[in-house]
């Protein structure tokens, strides 16, 4: 007994020299059994330590912890189902339509809820628009003979039939899932409420006709329907199987008669072909581009863009999303506009708006 325990004392010692230790004692590694496997939401995170974090500096670990957080919800109200009764009994349990709020904070001091008061000045606040602390400029003094309004200052046209309710800061209630009403449709729409922000930015007119062009899952479309102004709407997403659930979705709130093909029109066509299919006819272009999906990456291994087998998609996303923006200018008319979205970490998210007003 004591011989075999001096044998492999000799036998630990000689590791590091595998040539010394007798070939019947010699053991190949396994190495697909014993190194460990690096998940695709660590790997998100070392790659996200590495860039955003040289990007963002200081305020990346506060980044960081958001995007580690769980996610917060808004509910996009359907206008189509009973939406006042649904509306009244979100505040009763505290949320509130942060789209009527932002409506109501942006004319100051000299209106209500978007509206001036009798014989007062109407007077916009570009704090909101400019994201800090603004001036208040009269209106009166921004329009003049051979004059412009600076489109800093100009008050943005926020669709009075999106509403939108969060609960407030700090606040981690969740809303329920949402119930059929009386006419078969779901009340709300769970979705990021940042989601409703290009929409609103995109200010759809009554007889607008509108291309949402990367339109799965659905959030962005269906709040285009909301707005109850799209005389046309084409939504495209290049996957079958997304544009699948996007049908499934407009037919859980949207009424048949308001979803026809000739009013909503969905495709799975490659986006960046667009252009060729149908140049200058849209009056206002959407296009959220495929990105990483940050905080998805972070916390769901399930379809994570961070496993090995899609890292090639993942090297030519900065690409695709240059095409898609590159070529979807000619699809707008030139008095249209065009809003392209790049997704980056909670709290930095930017929208890019380019008017086509002056080419394709």
Same mark, same amino acid.
């Given at each position: ?8 004392? &000799? ?6 020299? #595998? ?74 349990? +505290? ?29 916009? /606040? ?11 400029? #009269?209106? /009166? ?35 329920? #899932?949402?119930?059929?009403?009386? /006419? ?19 200010? $759809? ?69 667009? +252009? ?10 959407? $296009?959220? &581009? ?27 996303? #900065? ?16 008095? +249209? ?15 890019? +708006? ?7």
């Amino acid at each position: 007994m004591a011989a075999l325990v001096d044998t492999r004392r &000799v036998l630990l010692k000689l590791k590091g020299f #595998p040539q010394l230790i007798p070939r019947r004692y010699r053991v190949k590694k396994k190495w697909a059994a014993t190194l460990p496997r690096i998940t695709s939401t660590k790997l998100a995170l070392q790659n996200f330590d590495v860039n955003y974090g040289t990007q963002f500096g200081e305020r990346w670990p506060s980044i960081r912890i958001s995007l580690l957080s769980e996610q917060k919800y808004g509910a996009l109200i359907n206008n189509f189902s009973s939406a006042q009764e649904l509306m009244k009994g979100l505040e009763l349990q +505290g949320a509130r339509d942060f789209v009527y709020e932002a409506r109501a904070r942006t004319w100051s001091p000299g209106s209500v809820g978007g509206k001036p008061r009798g014989g007062e000045e109407l007077v916009w /606040s570009s704090s909101l628009a400019a994201g800090q602390s603004g001036s208040e400029v #009269p209106l /009166s003094s921004q329009v003049g003979e051979g004059m412009e309004m600076a489109a800093a200052t100009e008050p943005p046209s926020l669709s009075p039939n999106i509403k939108c309710f969060t609960f407030p800061k700090g606040d981690v209630t969740g809303f329920s #899932p949402a119930r059929l009403d009386g /006419s078969g449709l779901l009340g709300y729409y769970l979705l990021d409420a940042a989601s409703v922000l290009p929409v609103l930015a995109l200010d $759809v007119q009554p007889g607008h006709t509108v291309l949402d062009l990367c339109a799965a899952p659905g959030g962005k479309t269906l709040a285009l329907i909301q707005t109850q102004a799209c005389w046309r709407l084409a939504a495209n997403d290049s996957s079958v199987s997304r544009t699948g659930r996007l049908r499934r979705i407009l037919q859980s709130y949207i009424p048949r008669e308001h979803s026809t093909e000739d009013r909503v029109r969905i495709t799975s066509f490659d986006g960046r072909r667009w +252009g060729e299919l149908e140049s200058n006819t849209f009056d206002r272009v959407l $296009v959220d &581009v495929p990105c990483t999906t940050d905080r998805h990456s972070l916390l769901e291994e399930e379809n994570n863009i961070f496993t090995r087998s899609r890292s090639k998609e993942r090297q030519t996303l #900065p690409l695709l999303q240059s095409q898609l923006l590159l070529y979807q200018g000619c699809a707008a008319r030139r008095s +249209g506009a065009l809003l392209h979205l790049h997704a980056v970490p909670a709290a930095e998210r930017v929208c890019g +708006g380019q008017s086509c007003a002056g080419g394709p």
